[in-house]
């Protein structure tokens, strides 16, 4: 089992930042991606961001890119969401999950561990 631990939401205005959090722990080394995904009130979930567990690569949705950066600490086995020129239609649960498939796809069947998610609200 792989546990995951999300923070770091909250209520901010457009046009301003946020970054969530997400530890991890327990038997990681089966471990070869990390997402996040967001799911708001009525819609399905959906990919935001992926990493590989080293770090290494990274995957963006498109409607995110060039404003939110996934990142690890490797210290902490601590994974970051940094969400900077925040968009109303950002608002939405975030959730981080962790992925044993060796190829990553962004769909949310290919993940196998999910944190218990953390809300962000962007506000006009």
């Known amino acids: 089992q792989v546990q995951l631990v999300e923070s770091g939401g909250g209520l901010v205005q457009a046009g301003g930042s946020l970054r969530l959090s997400c530890a991890a722990s327990g038997r990681t080394f089966s471990t070869y991606f990390i997402g996040w995904f967001r799911q708001a009130p009525g819609k399905e979930r959906e990919s935001v961001a992926g990493i590989t567990w080293s770090g290494g690569r990274t995957y963006y949705a498109d409607s995110v890119k060039g404003r939110f950066t996934i990142s690890r600490d490797n210290a902490k086995i601590t994974f970051y969401l940094q969400m900077n020129s925040l968009k109303p239609e950002d608002t939405a649960v975030y959730y981080c999950?962790?992925?044993?498939?060796?190829?990553?796809?962004?769909?949310?069947?290919?993940?196998?561990?999910w944190g218990q998610g953390t809300q962000v609200t962007v506000s006009s």
């Open positions: 999950a962790a992925s044993r498939s060796m190829r990553y796809s962004g769909g949310p069947n290919d993940f196998d561990y």
